[in-house]
């Protein structure tokens, strides 16, 4: 048991490390350079794989699969969410001496910034491009989503 906990103390030793000490550009094009390839593959591609499965499993044009308003208010959302991402891991970069990501970790603590108000603003982030992809590409949770509220207002 105790030869397994070292075992996982050293895993996740490796896991999470401070960055190496670099000049704040240095460290602003790591976390561009992260954020776009997390971008690409979270935002881009993953989801337009799933879109292409639900399609295939949900044949038909669907009133709830999609609507000009929801994907507006996916744009706008995601427009935010990016902005705020860009804005917490530059904040990282700049203030923490590092990046956003646990393999390059800031070398200080981050209260500046979006840190100020949110513990977490790069999660926020996360979460909130996740819900504006759906949104924009009229995703299989937000036609359930938007089928219950129409079901709602149907008169019966």
């Known amino acids: 048991m105790m030869r397994a906990l070292l075992l996982l103390r050293r895993l996740v030793a490796h896991a999470s490390r401070e960055a190496v000490l670099a000049s704040p550009a240095r460290n602003v094009a790591k976390t561009l350079a992260q954020s776009a390839l ?10 337009r794989v799933i879109l292409k499965i639900e399609r295939g499993l949900l044949p038909g044009p669907s009133k709830y699969l999609s609507s000009q308003a929801s994907r507006r ?3 706008i959302l995601f427009a935010c969410g990016s902005a705020l991402g860009l804005w917490s891991g530059i904040t990282m970069a700049l203030r923490g001496k590092g990046t956003p990501l646990p393999l390059d970790a800031p070398r200080e603590l981050v209260v500046a910034g979006p840190y100020r108000r949110l513990r977490n603003p790069m999660a926020v982030s996360g979460v909130a491009q996740g819900v504006a992809v759906g949104l924009a590409s009229g995703g299989a949770v937000c036609a359930v989503r938007r089928a219950a509220v129409e079901r709602g207002r149907a008169p019966r």
Do not use: K, N
């Open 38 to 47: 997390f971008w690409s593959v979270f935002l881009l591609i993953l989801p």
């Open 73 to 75: 208010v996916g744009q």
